[in-house]
C-alpha cells in the first residue's frame, strides 16, 4: 500500500463532486447547525457503521463507537458526548447497538490478560465470570458469543439510565429515550433487543440483569416484527374452511 493518502484524497474529491452534482445546496446545508435526533453508543467494528445501518445522512445521528460498546461511567468521552447529546443537542433517542459476533465480547469471555483493552472489557468479563457455568452450558461457542453480545447491550443501557446526565434529564422532565439493539453483520438487519427506558421508574422496574442469563429476551428485526403482526392479524374464523378443502369441493364425495 502505498506510504501517503493520495487515493484516498481522490476518493474524496470524487465523493464531494459527486453529492453536489445530485444536490447542490448538500454542503450549505450540512454546513448549518446540527440537529441529530439520535445518539448512536455503538462498537468501533469497521463494518458497523451508524450511518450506513441506519439509511441516514450525515447531520442525523450523533455517534460514539469504542471496543464493545461498553459504558464506562468513568469515560471522559462518553460522559462529554451523552452530555452534549442530552443537554445541548436535545437528542431525544440513545441507542446502545451492539453486534453478534463482536471480537471485543469474545476476547473478553476468552479471558485474555495481556492489553490495556482487558481492562476495557473488565465489566463484560467479570459477568461472565459471574455466570460462567450457565454461559458454558451453551455448547456452540458462536451461540455462547452471541449471548453475551445481547447481554452486554443490556447492561451498556443500564449503566446509561444509572448516569447523573441522563437521571437530571429525566427530572427536569425532558423527553428522553434510551433502547438496546443488536446488529448482525452477516444478514445486514438491526434487531431490537430493548430495555427500553424514558423514565427512572422503568429502570427500577426492570428485573436483575443476572436474571436475563436465564431468560434472554428474544432480539427481533423490523421483517419478523412485521410477519408476526401480519400472522397475528389473519382472521382464524376465516382459516376454518377454505373454498378448495370444503365437503362440496371434494371430487372423491
Ligand atoms: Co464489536
Known sequence: MSATLDHLFDRNVAWANRKTREDPH????????????YLWIGCSDSRVTANSVLGLDPGEIFVHRN?????????????SVLEFAVDQLKIEHVIVC????CS??????AGERG??????????????????ATFDAIADPTERINR?????????VRRLAATPIVENAWARGQSLHLHGCIYAIDDGLMRDLGPHLSSVEMRERLPS??????QPVEAQSSMRQQAIAAFGAI????????ACCTRDHDLGG
Not at 460498546?69 to 469515560?75: A, F, G, L, Q
Not at 451492539?98 to 459476533?101: D, E, I, Q, V
Not at 492489553?115 to 460462567?132: E, G, V
Open 26 to 37: 448538500y454542503f450549505h446545508r450540512m454546513a448549518e447547525q446540527q440537529t441529530p435526533h
Open 148 to 156: 453475551m453480545c445481547e447481554i452486554n447491550v443490556e447492561m451498556q
Open 98 to 101: 451492539g453486534h453478534y459476533g
Open 67 to 79: 471496543i464493545a460498546n461498553v459504558v464506562h461511567t468513568s469515560d471522559m468521552n462518553i460522559l
Open 104 to 109: 471485543g465480547v469474545s476476547r473478553a469471555i
Open 115 to 132: 492489553a490495556m483493552l482487558d481492562h476495557w472489557l473488565l465489566p463484560i468479563s467479570m459477568f461472565y465470570r459471574k455466570h460462567r
Open 209 to 214: 440483569i443476572d436474571q436475563r442469563v436465564f
Open 235 to 242: 382472521d382464524p374464523a376465516a382459516l376454518e374452511a377454505p
